[in-house]
Structures are given as C-alpha cells and as structure tokens.
C-alpha cells in the first residue's frame, strides 16, 4: 500500500537530496530529448535563496523527499511579456517554479498530488490563480497542465531568452 505524501517547507539540510532529484531531472529531459534544464541552472545557490524566502517545499513519500517545487508570488518578471494572454491581468497569482520529481518516486502520484497541494495553498493564501511555464518538449508537465485543468495560455520568455509555454489555473 502506498504511504500518503506530506508536504513541507525545504531546509538548508534537504540540499544534498533536492540536488540529487535535480541531477536525476537533468538525466530524464536529457533521455527524452527535452533541452530544460541542461546547463548549470538550477543551482545550489539558487535553491538555497527559495530556502531563505520560505519558497521551497519538497513533497515526502516514505520517509525520502520524492519531489521539489518552488511556489513564489507574482509578479514574475518572465511573466510580464506574453505572448498570448494570461486568463486574469493581475499581478496577484503563485507561480510554481523548479519543480522535479525524485526518479524513484516517479509514476506515484507525486506530481499529481504537488499540483492538488499548490492550488489549495494558493487558495489559502488568497490568490486567485496558479502559473507556471514550461519547455515545449516537455511532455511530462504539459500533460500534468491539461490533466489539471490548466489553460495555455501562450508563450514567455525566460532570462536567458529561451521560449516556455505559460499555462494558468482559476482558483475561484
């Protein structure tokens, strides 16, 4: 029988494992043709600044930290300039960033079940939606988008330039 997944705020000590589920991300878009995430981001050091902001939560599944994801409030600025048109114009949402799934947890629901916890923190903290982008390759997330109810709603650009799909839930 499957243990149930919690969620809770990373600490500095989830590091080695949280860089271990990213090395493993890396493989997995690497094997599936995906370029996300291919180059040194996310780093360490960047994990460690969603730690100091309380931004970081990593879902725990038999006692091991199964998947990470950063929930940050807007506005993001690789949101400003879209390509297409987000659902609500406001600056008032939670973006879900630097989320991956630990390769031993993978096929347990634990993706599914960080989606169902991101919408309900949402709704507790008042937002009134949920966004997030990802690479177009990226299979995976984009079917976790539609499974979800989310809309695509264009495309973003990220820092480095590069194209993402932007996807967006109505939380009312």
Known sequence: MMQPISFRLATELDLPAIMTIVADARVYLREKN????QGVYPTEAVF???IKKGALWV????????LIMTLSPGPDPNYTIIHGKWLQSTDNYLAIHRIAVARDAAG???AQAALEFASQFARTQSYPSLRFDTHELNAGMRYLAEKNNFTYCGRVAMADHTPRFAYELLLS
Do not use: F, R, S
Not at 34 to 37: A, E, F, I, M, T
Not at 59 to 66: D, T
């Open 108 to 110: 347990n629901g634990v």
């Open 59 to 66: 879902a725990v599944l038999n006692q091991k930290i199964a």
């Open 48 to 50: 460690q600044a969603d």
């Open 34 to 37: 995906v370029p996300q995430w």
